[in-house]
T-cell receptor, first 112, second 114 residues
Framework: RKEVEQDPGPFNVPEGATVAFNCTYS??????FFWYRQDCRKEPKLLMSVYSSGNEDGRFTAQLNRASQYISLLIRDSKLSDSATYLC?????????????FGTGTLLAVQP | ETGVTQSPTHLIKTRGQQVTLRCSSQSGHNTVSWYQQALGQGPQFIFQ???????GRGNFPPRFSGLQFPNYSSELNVNALELDDSALYLC?????????????FGQGTRLTVV
């Protein structure tokens, strides 16, 4: 079983739609949580960190439920430019190593 | 731009050959991590270097090795290349090994093994 699980999609949505991505993680020692965005054939870029209290950045809202080991990302009013792969990422600190554990990513295609 | 640069951007090698990939970390960053991203998968942690020492390793065989130099740039070496080594290799630099510090990725090296 993968340590971080995501629905690979693709999610095909019209412009203006609201779309939600979900992710679960198996290691309860995970300490930091993120959503990264990766455009086709490009490097991953940090979209936002995820906190237990929930956090919002414009059209994007992220939530973390530590008890259920569940992370979500909500995108409102989807734009064509939101088309990308969204990677759920956890970080845990094993000794002195600080490594990122990625899910397989969820592909979003926003249609005109 | 993140300030993390990788070279080369693309590479084609034959099975059994050896390859060296390079990464220049962002100014002020002393930690470099390497990841392998196969097609349709998320990046997988290979290893991390901190102040010229390997500081943690993922589930990769010993033919994957690395170096970090005094200026904190880094190399990833892969010996005896296999077809399954074909992937995007990403390097990420950060200013610390611990804490909630952000890692910045380079654009990657796309390796094809034929």
């Amino acid at each position: 079983r993968k340590e971080v699980e995501q629905d690979p999609g693709p999610f095909n949505v019209p412009e203006g739609a609201t779309v939600a991505f979900n992710c679960t993680y198996s290691n309860s020692a995970s300490q930091s949580f993120f959503w990264y965005r990766q455009d086709c054939r490009k490097e991953p870029k940090l979209l936002m960190s995820v906190y237990s209290s929930g956090n919002e950045d414009g059209r994007f809202t992220a939530q973390l439920n530590r008890a259920s080991q569940y992370i979500s990302l909500l995108i409102r009013d989807s734009k064509l430019s939101d088309s990308a792969t969204y990677l759920c990422v956890v970080k845990h600190y094993g000794g002195a190593t600080n490594k990122l554990i990625f899910g397989t990513g969820t592909l979003l295609a926003v249609q005109p | 731009e993140t300030g993390v640069t990788q070279s080369p951007t693309h590479l084609i090698k034959t099975r059994g050959q050896q390859v060296t990939l390079r990464c220049s970390s962002q100014s002020g960053h002393n930690t470099v991590s390497w990841y392998q991203q196969a097609l349709g998968q998320g990046p997988q942690f290979i290893f991390q270097y901190y102040r010229e020492e390997e500081n943690g390793r993922g589930n990769f065989p010993p033919r994957f090795s690395g170096l970090q130099f005094p200026n904190y740039s880094s190399e990833l070496n892969v010996n005896a290349l296999e077809l399954d080594d074909s992937a995007l290799y990403l390097c990420a630099s950060s200013s610390s090994t611990v804490g909630n510090t952000e890692a910045f990725f380079g654009q990657g090296t796309r390796l094809t093994v034929v």
